[in-house]
C-alpha cells in the first residue's frame, strides 16, 4: 500500500472552501491537544481563545481594530504571492508607514492645524510604506537579488530606525525620558466612530480595499497579468506582459497597503509612536492571505479569525497566565495545516498497492 | 501466454507481456495490449503520439505501474517496484527527453546509473565502450557543452555499460540529423548482432522499415496489428497506425512573389543562458504568400531564433523588420500590431497557461486587440464569444465549453492556440513545431491551415526539426545548426541529403572544435 | 594584542552558530529544498538545548537535546514539503513562525536562569603558544566541530558517491528519480541533517554565545545563514568565509558600540542586516560563473506512478 498524489485537472469549488476549514479545525484540535499536555483544561482553554473575543460588544469592535490591519496588509501580500513574488518584509513596510505618517504629525504638532493632517498622514504612510517596499523590489527587478531575504532584513532596519526615532531626535521632550514621541493632537487622530472609541474609519477604508483588490483581481487586465506571471512566466512573456515592471507594482502596492495600516495603528488606537507599534501583523499577515486562499474575501474572514488569536492570546495571558507565545504557536500550526490542506485542492489522494498486480 | 514458462526452447521470448492496461482518469492509456519481444530482435513499437506508447515502455520499465495485465520476462513473472528493479533484471531505457544533469560530466551521469566504482576505472570504461560500438564520448567533459547527438550517445552508453538484455529507446531519432540517424542504426546492429533485444519506439515509418524484422502496432491505447515492417509499404503501416487514410495536405506550387513581409538582417544574439546557443549574423527574408521552412536539430538556436523574431527578447532595431518597419527594439504586443502572429513551441506553459480556462487564454496573446479590455477592464462575456468562434472554426474538441488549457489534448490545444493566434487573419505568421506531438488527423488539419493563410497572402515561417513537414509545406528551406542559418533555397533544388549534409557540417565542426 | 585576541575570540564565537546553520543548508538546498525556516530550528535548538542543560547539568546533553529539537522540527517541514508537496517558501515561513512560539512556551520557565558557558578545550602546551594559542588551540568543542563539519560536507559533496547523488537529485529530480534515485529519501535526509545542524547552531547560542535563554534570541541570524549559503555560491567551504564576515560585522559594531563614536546604536546595531543586503547585491553584480543555484531549488517533486 502507498499513497500517491494526482494532479487535479481542475480544483472543486468545494475543495477551495473545505480545506481552509479542514485547516482550521484541525488547529483547534491539535491545539486542545497541546493544551491538555501542558495540563490546562483544553476545552477552557479553547473558550477563551475562540469564543471570549465574541462575548461582548466591546470584544467585538476589538477585532475590528486586530482585524483591520491584518487585513489590509494581507490584501497587498495576495497580489505578490500570486505573481510569485515573495515579500516577507510587510512588517519593516508597515512600521515604514507609521514612521512616514508621524512625521507629519510631529512636524505639525501644536499648529493648529485643522483635521486635514491626518489625511496627509495617511498619504505619507502609504507613500512610506510603498518606498520601502520598493527596495527588495528593485533589488530583484534589476539586479536579480532574492527579495525573500532582503525584504525580510529590511524589517530588523526598519524597527531599529524606529527605536532610534523614539529614543532620539523624536522622544517626548516632556515624556518623563520614556521612549514615545509626542501624543498625537486632535488633528493627528483617526476619529473615533463609538463609545468606547475603539471602532475608527481604518475598518471601513479596509473595506473598500476588500472591494477594490477583489475587483482589481478578478475583473481588470492587471489582475489578469498578476495572476498569469505567477501561473506561467513564460506565457505571460509571450503574452507582452513584463514581469519585473508587474515586481515593482506589486511590491509598491504591497507596501503601501502596510504603510496604510501602520499609521492607521498609530493614528488610531495607538495615538503617539513608541517603539514597538505592532504584535507582528506583518508576519501574522501572511498567515492570514494563505488561510484566505490569495483571495480578498476570503483573506477577509480569515483577517477576522487571526485577530482572534491575538485577543485570545491576550485574554489568555491573564486569565490562564500563558505566555503570548502560545498565540504564535497558534499561527504556526495553522498555517501548517493550510499548507497541508492545499494540497488537497491541487492535488487527489490515491491509495495504490505496491507494484503491479497481476 | 501461459505454459511459456515452463518450456526451454530456443524461442522463448525474451519478454511477454499480456492485456497491459492503464487507466489515467477517463482515458484509456493502454487498453489490454500484448507484446512479445524474442531475443536478438529490433522490435518497433509504432503508433501515433497518443497512441498509449509512452504509457507501454514506462509500465516495462518500472516507472508507472498498470492498473492490470502481466509481463513475463525470459519465462517467469515479473513484478517492478521501480526502475532500479527493471535494470537489475537487464532492461534499459533511453529517454525522448534525457535523463541527464547538465551541470555533472559524461562519466559523473554514468556513474550514478551503475553500482559504486572508482571514477577514474569508469571513466576508462566508458571509454573503452563508446569507442567499441562508434559512440565517440570524452568521459570528462560537462553535458552542458555537449550536442544534442553527444547527449543521446551517454544515454545509450550508460544503458550498454550496465550489459541490458532489452534497450528500449523511446523516439531516439527525433532529435538527430540524418547522418547521425545512420550512426545511430549501426550502433543498434552492432548491439542487435551480439544477442540483445532493442524495443525501438517510432512514428518514422520509413526508419521502421529499414531497421526492424518485427513490429507491434497501436492505436488508441489497443494493439491493432503486428508484422514485419520490411514487408509492408510505408502507406500499409500508415493505414495500421492511423486506421483511416489522412488526406493529404493540398499545396499549389510557386508562391512567393509577392512584397518582403519580414526581413532579418544580421541578428546577433548572444544567449543569457550559459547552457544556450548564441545566434550570429542569422539573415533571411520570407515573401507574402510563401512558406519559408527553417530545418535543424534542436537546441541550435531555434528557441533563440523565435524569441528575437516574436520580441519576447530585443534585438538592434534594424536587425528585424516586419513590412519594412524596424521593430527590433520593440515588443511582442508591438509587433502584433504590425499584423504579425506567433505559434511557440511549448504549447503548456508557453503558448497557454495550463491552469487558466480556454477564454482566459484567448487574453493571454489578444489583450492588445479591441474589444476584450475596456479601460483596463474585462469584458469575459467578448472572450467566451471569440473563444465559441475558435473553437468551431478549428474543431476544438473539450468536454466543458471553457476547460482549462492543461485539460486538452495535444491536437486540440495547438488548434485553439493555432486558431487563437490567426483568427485575426495575421499577414506574417511565425510558428514553431507546428504539429509536434500532434495526432496525425489533426497534423493534417493544421498544415492546411497554413496553407491557406500563405494562400491568403500571408508570410508564413515555419521552424520545424520535422523534414518531411518542412518538404510538404515550405516553398524555400534553410538549415540552422550552432546558431548559423544557411541561405534559404528553393525546395525543388534540395534534397534530404543536402539539408541532412548542412546539418552534419555543422556536427562536425563540433567534434573538431577546440575542447574549452 | 590583549584586546585584539579578545575580539578575534569573540568573532569566533559570533560566527560560529552562522557558519552550523550555512552549512546545514547547503545541503539542503544542494539537494534542491529551499528550507526558509532555519530561524525556526534554530530557536527551538536554543531553547531546548539550554532547559536540558539546565535540568540536567550536563552541557553534553543540552547540545544534543538542541540537535533533535532542530531535527524534530525539520522532519515537521519534509512531511509537508516532501509528504504533501507543498510550497517551500511558506513551509519554511510556517516553521520559522511556529518555532518562535513553540520556543517561547519551553524555553518560559527558564528566562533569567544562569550558567557557565560550556568550557574550552584547551590543548596543553599549544593554547600557552605566543599570539594565536589560545584562538587556535583553546576554542569550545562545537567550534571544532563546525570546522570538522565545513571539511567532511566539503569532501562528501564533490568527491564521494554519496555527494554525487545528493548533487544530481538537487540538479534534475526527474533524471534522478528515472535513474533509480530515491529523490524524497535523499532529500529527507538532507533536510534532517540542515535540522540538526540548526538546532546546534541555537545550542550554541544559548550554551556558549550568551549564555542565557532569553524569547527570540537568534534576533535573525537563521536568515542570515540563509544569505551566506548564497554567498557562499551553495560551497561548503566558502560558507566559513561568509560567516566570519557576519560574525565579524556583528561583534564590531558591538565594539564600536562600546567605544561611542558618536553614531547611533541602531546604526551599528542595523549593521549587519544591511550588509546582508550589500552583500547579496554585490554578488548580483559579479560574473554568473559557477554560483549557480541548484536548478531544481524550490521545486515540488511528484514522481508519476
Known amino acids: 500500500m502507498r499513497l500517491t498524489l494526482e494532479r487535479r485537472t481542475q480544483a472543486g469549488i468545494w475543495a477551495s472552501l473545505a480545506s481552509p476549514t479542514l485547516a482550521v479545525v484541525l488547529t483547534l484540535v491539535f491545539g486542545a491537544l497541546l493544551f491538555s499536555l501542558i495540563g490546562i483544561p483544553p476545552l477552557a482553554a479553547l473558550t477563551v481563545y475562540f469564543l471570549s473575543p465574541l462575548a461582548d460588544l466591546w470584544a467585538l469592535e476589538e477585532l475590528t481594530v486586530k482585524a483591520a490591519p491584518l487585513i489590509l496588509i494581507a490584501l497587498g501580500l495576495a497580489p505578490c504571492y500570486l505573481s510569485n513574488n515573495w515579500n516577507i518584509g510587510a512588517e519593516g513596510q508597515l512600521v515604514m508607514g507609521a514612521v512616514a505618517g508621524s512625521a507629519v504629525a510631529i512636524a505639525t504638532h501644536g499648529q493648529g492645524h485643522g483635521s486635514y493632517i491626518v489625511w496627509l498622514m495617511l498619504a505619507a504612510g502609504v507613500l512610506g510604506g510603498a518606498a520601502y517596499g520598493l527596495i527588495p523590489a528593485v533589488l530583484k527587478a534589476r539586479f536579480g537579488v532574492s527579495e525573500i531575504l532582503t525584504s525580510l532584513m529590511l524589517v530588523y532596519v526598519a524597527d531599529l530606525l524606529l527605536d532610534y526615532l523614539v529614543r532620539g531626535p523624536w522622544r517626548d521632550p516632556k515624556g518623563f525620558n520614556f521612549p514615545t514621541s509626542v501624543s498625537f493632537g486632535f488633528e493627528a487622530r483617526l476619529p473615533g466612530l463609538s463609545e468606547t472609541g475603539r471602532l475608527h474609519p481604518g475598518f471601513f477604508l479596509m473595506l473598500l480595499a476588500v472591494a477594490l483588490l477583489a475587483f482589481m483581481l478578478a475583473r481588470t487586465l492587471k489582475g489578469f497579468e498578476i495572476r498569469l506571471v505567477g501561473e506561467a512566466p513564460r506565457a505571460a512573456r509571450f503574452g507582452g506582459f513584463d514581469d519585473k515592471r508587474l515586481t515593482l507594482f506589486v511590491f509598491a502596492l504591497s507596501g503601501a497597503l502596510a504603510g496604510l495600516a501602520g499609521i492607521i495603528e498609530v493614528a488610531g488606537p495607538i495615538g503617539n509612536l513608541q517603539p514597538t507599534i505592532s504584535p507582528g501583523y506583518g508576519f501574522t499577515a501572511i498567515i492570514v492571505a494563505f488561510l484566505g486562499r490569495l483571495n480578498p474575501f476570503g483573506i477577509l474572514i480569515a483577517g477576522f479569525f487571526l485577530a482572534l488569536t491575538f485577543i485570545g492570546g491576550e485574554n489568555a495571558q491573564i486569565a490562564l497566565r500563558l505566555p503570548l507565545d502560545v498565540t504564535r504557536v497558534f499561527q504556526g500550526l495553522l498555517l501548517f495545516f493550510v499548507l497541508a490542506c492545499d494540497t488537497l485542492i491541487l492535488y487527489r489522494l490515491r491509495v495504490t498497492r505496491e507494484g503491479a498486480p497481476a | 501466454m501461459t505454459g511459456v514458462g515452463t518450456q526451454d526452447s530456443g524461442d522463448q521470448p525474451l519478454l511477454a507481456a499480456s492485456a497491459i492496461s492503464k487507466r489515467y482518469g477517463s482515458l484509456l492509456a493502454n487498453d489490454a495490449i500484448d507484446l512479445v519481444i524474442r531475443p536478438g530482435e529490433i522490435h518497433a513499437l509504432l503508433g501515433e503520439n497518443g497512441a498509449g506508447k509512452s504509457t507501454l515502455v514506462k509500465i516495462l520499465y518500472g516507472l508507472i505501474a498498470p492498473d492490470s495485465g502481466q509481463i513475463m520476462w525470459r519465462g517467469a513473472p515479473l513484478v517492478l517496484s521501480g526502475p532500479a528493479e527493471a535494470r537489475h533484471h537487464g532492461i534499459a531505457m533511453v529517454f525522448q527527453h534525457f535523463s541527464l544533469f547538465d551541470t555533472l560530466s559524461v562519466v559523473e551521469n554514468v556513474a550514478l546509473a551503475l553500482p559504486p566504482e572508482p571514477l577514474a576505472a569508469l571513466s576508462e570504461r566508458v571509454y573503452r565502450v563508446s569507442r567499441d560500438y562508434g559512440l565517440d564520448l570524452e568521459p570528462g567533459r560537462e553535458v552542458w557543452r555537449l550536442s544534442v547527438g553527444e547527449r543521446q550517445r551517454i544515454e545509450i552508453v550508460r544503458c550498454l555499460m550496465q550489459n541490458p538484455k532489452l534497450l528500449i529507446l523511446d523516439e531516439p531519432t527525433s532529435v538527430l540529423s540524418p547522418t547521425e540517424t545512420s550512426g545511430l542504426f549501426r550502433t543498434l546492429e552492432a548491439i542487435r548482432g551480439e544477442g540483445r533485444s532493442v524495443l525501438y519506439i517510432s512514428h518514422k515509418l520509413e526508419e521502421v522499415r529499414v531497421l526492424c524484422r518485427s513490429a507491434t502496432v497501436l492505436r488508441h491505447g489497443r494493439k491493432v496489428a503486428s508484422c514485419d515492417p520490411s514487408r509492408e509499404s510505408a502507406a500499409s503501416l500508415a493505414r495500421m497506425m492511423v486506421g483511416e487514410d489522412i488526406h493529404d495536405v493540398q499545396v499549389k506550387p510557386h508562391r512567393g512573389d509577392g512584397a518582403e513581409r519580414l526581413g532579418v538582417r544580421q541578428l546577433n544574439r548572444a544567449s543569457p543562458d550559459p547552457h544556450g546557443t548564441s545566434l550570429a549574423d542569422v539573415s533571411f527574408s520570407v515573401r507574402a504568400g510563401e512558406i519559408v521552412g527553417i530545418a535543424g536539430v534542436a537546441g541550435n538556436g531555434q528557441d533563440e531564433l523565435f524569441s528575437a523574431l516574436s520580441g519576447e527578447v530585443s534585438s538592434l532595431p534594424e536587425a528585424v523588420c516586419i513590412d519594412g518597419q524596424a521593430v527590433g527594439a520593440k515588443g511582442i504586443v508591438a509587433r502584433r500590431e504590425y499584423g504579425a502572429a506567433f505559434i511557440p513551441e511549448e504549447r503548456l506553459g508557453h503558448g497557454a497557461a495550463p491552469g487558466f480556462t480556454l477564454s482566459e487564454n484567448v487574453l493571454v496573446s489578444q489583450h492588445g486587440k479591441q474589444g476584450f479590455v475596456r479601460r483596463g477592464v474585462l469584458d469575459r462575456s467578448a472572450l467566451r464569444d471569440c473563444l465559441a468562434a475558435i473553437r468551431q472554426r478549428f474543431d476544438v474538441r473539450a468536454g466543458e465549453a471553457d476547460p482549462p488549457a492543461r485539460a486538452l489534448s495535444g491536437g486540440n490545444l495547438q488548434k485553439f492556440i493555432v486558431g487563437r493566434d490567426i483568427m485575426g487573419a495575421p499577414r506574417l505568421v511565425i510558428v514553431a513545431q507546428p504539429t509536434w506531438g500532434v495526432d496525425a488527423g489533426a497534423a493534417a488539419f493544421l498544415r492546411q491551415s497554413l496553407v491557406d493563410l500563405a494562400e491568403q497572402g500571408a508570410a508564413v515561417l515555419v521552424i520545424s526539426q520535422d523534414l518531411d513537414e518542412l518538404f510538404e509545406l515550405s516553398d524555400r528551406i534553410a538549415v540552422l545548426s550552432r546558431g548559423r542559418l544557411s541561405p534559404a533555397l528553393p525546395r525543388g533544388q534540395q534534397t534530404r541529403e543536402s539539408i541532412g549534409l548542412m546539418m552534419g557540417e555543422a556536427m562536425r565542426e563540433v567534434a573538431h572544435a577546440p575542447h574549452a | ?305
Open chain 3, 1 to 305: 594584542m590583549m584586546i585584539f585576541e579578545a575580539i578575534l575570540l569573540t568573532i569566533i564565537t559570533a560566527a560560529t552558530p552562522l557558519l552550523l546553520a550555512a552549512i546545514g543548508e547547503v545541503v539542503v538546498e544542494r539537494s534542491g529544498v529551499l528550507n526558509l525556516g532555519v530561524e525556526g530550528m534554530m530557536i527551538m535548538g536554543a531553547a531546548s538545548g539550554f532547559a536540558v542543560a539546565i535540568l540536567t547539568g550536563s552541557s553534553l546533553l543540552g547540545v544534543m537535546a538542541g540537535l533533535f529539537a532542530g531535527m524534530a522540527m525539520s522532519l515537521l517541514f519534509a512531511a509537508l514539503v516532501l509528504g504533501l508537496a507543498a510550497n517551500q517558501v511558506a513551509s519554511g515561513l510556517a516553521l520559522t513562525i511556529f518555532g518562535l512560539g513553540l520556543s517561547g512556551l519551553v524555553g518560559f520557565p527558564f528566562v533569567g536562569a544562569k550558567r557557565e558557558a560550556m568550557a574550552h578545550l584547551y590543548l596543553p602546551y599549544l593554547s600557552d603558544l605566543p599570539f594565536f594559542g589560545r584562538v587556535i588551540f583553546g576554542q569550545d568543542p562545537l567550534v571544532y566541530i563546525a570546522f570538522a563539519l565545513v571539511v567532511a560536507v566539503a569532501l562528501i559533496i564533490s568527491r564521494t558517491r554519496a555527494g554525487l547523488i545528493l548533487r544530481a537529485v538537487g540538479e534534475n529530480h526527474h533524471s534522478a528519480h528515472a535513474l533509480g534515485h530515491n529523490v524524497r529519501q535523499v532529500r529527507l535526509l538532507a533536510i534532517l541533517f540542515g535540522g540538526a545542524c540548526a538546532g546546534l547552531a541555537g545550542a550554541y547560542l544559548s550554551l556558549v554565545y550568551t549564555p542565557f535563554w532569553t524569547p527570540g534570541m537568534t534576533a535573525g541570524r537563521g536568515w542570515i545563514a540563509l544569505a551566506i549559503v548564497v554567498f557562499a555560491s551553495w560551497r561548503a567551504g566558502r560558507a566559513v568565509i561568509g560567516a566570519y564576515i557576519f560574525g565579524g560585522v556583528s561583534i564590531l559594531q558591538l565594539h564600536a558600540q562600546g567605544f561611542g563614536l558618536g553614531v547611533p546604536a541602531q546604526a551599528l546595531a542595523a549593521l549587519p542586516y544591511l550588509t546582508t543586503i550589500i552583500v547579496l547585491f554585490a554578488l548580483s553584480r559579479l560574473p554568473r560563473g559557477s554560483s549557480r543555484a541548484p536548478a531544481c531549488l524550490g521545486q515540488p517533486f511528484l514522481p508519476a506512478r
